[in-house]
């Protein structure tokens, strides 16, 4: 009898869980800090070129006023392993130029200007990224307006089943991203990801998202895309991870 009443609770839970409306919202605080890694890896052709990324940064929330943050980011660590067409550049920037080798002496010197550098993000707690901008500043610095962007939250509340779709152009490229909510628990809201990429590459996009109900907060990702270009299979797997410090 004990066991059919727990079961019986627990298909009542997760009914509850199912019916239930969540806002999606960035519920930053001022003084709140997080860390984030993201782990990248891509293969073209038959292993025509390859490239693992691995970056670890640091995020403080310095002041939100109404619907609107703002934040700090420094990197900690990055480090990048590349082969293309028989050349190997490997690159960490926790090691010193001693241990590096002469390619990754070339890419510390293009590297370090940004490692040096803070970065200052505003954004909405929609997850608009409003604007990015670094000090000292360093070349490349307006791709990370649509890197800091996680992501872009529905203004009405969400249950299991809701979708949104959210578009994103990048170097010739659309990335047409479906959201659908797969799942909704105490802690979490899952969503599952899905998409086309069109353009100059064409593919799909799929993986799933969890997002921490109290803080708004991204709190792992996970995305593959398997398209075409130029002629040539491009897949790309992205890994993020968020956590409150």
């Given at each position: 009898m004990k066991k059919i009443v727990l079961g019986l609770l627990l298909v009542v839970t997760t009914i509850s869980f199912a019916q239930e409306k969540v806002l999606l919202r960035l519920n930053y605080k001022k003084g709140d800090s997080y860390s984030t890694k993201t782990k990248l890896s891509q293969v073209m052709g038959?292993?025509?070129?390859?490239?693992?990324?691995?970056?670890?940064?640091?995020?403080?929330?310095?002041?939100?006023?109404?619907?609107?943050?703002?934040?700090?980011?420094?990197?900690?660590?990055?480090?990048?392993?590349?082969?293309?067409?028989?050349?190997?550049?490997?690159?960490?920037?926790?090691?010193?130029?001693?241990?590096?080798d002469a390619a990754g002496k070339m890419m510390k010197t293009q590297m370090d200007p940004m490692l040096k550098s803070t970065l200052f993000i505003k954004g909405d707690k929609l997850g608009n990224?409003?604007?990015?901008?670094?000090?000292?500043?360093?070349?490349?610095?307006?791709?990370?307006?649509?890197?800091?962007?996680?992501?872009?939250?529905p203004k009405e509340a969400v249950s299991v089943g809701y979708s949104w779709n959210v578009s994103k152009d990048k170097d010739g490229m659309n990335f047409n991203f479906t959201y659908k909510v797969k799942e909704?628990?105490?802690?979490?809201?899952?969503?599952?990801?899905?998409?086309?990429?069109?353009?100059?590459?064409?593919?799909?996009?799929?993986?799933?998202?969890?997002?921490?109900?109290?803080?708004?907060?991204?709190?792992?990702?996970?995305?593959s895309m398997a398209m075409k270009i130029q002629g040539q299979d491009l897949t790309t797997n992205v890994e993020i991870t968020q956590v409150k410090n």
């Open positions: 038959a292993g025509l070129m390859t490239n693992n990324m691995d970056i670890h940064m640091d995020y403080s929330i310095t002041n939100v006023t109404g619907e609107v943050y703002e934040s700090e980011a420094k990197f900690v660590k990055y480090v990048m392993d590349m082969s293309q067409g028989g050349m190997q550049v490997s690159y960490d920037s926790t090691k010193s130029e001693e241990e590096l990224i409003i604007e990015t901008k670094a000090e000292p500043t360093f070349q490349g610095v307006e791709n990370f307006t649509e890197q800091s962007s996680g992501v872009k939250y909704i628990t105490a802690k979490n809201v899952v969503l599952d990801v899905s998409g086309k990429v069109s353009g100059i590459a064409e593919g799909d996009i799929k993986g799933e998202v969890n997002i921490d109900r109290e803080s708004g907060l991204s709190s792992k990702s996970s995305i």
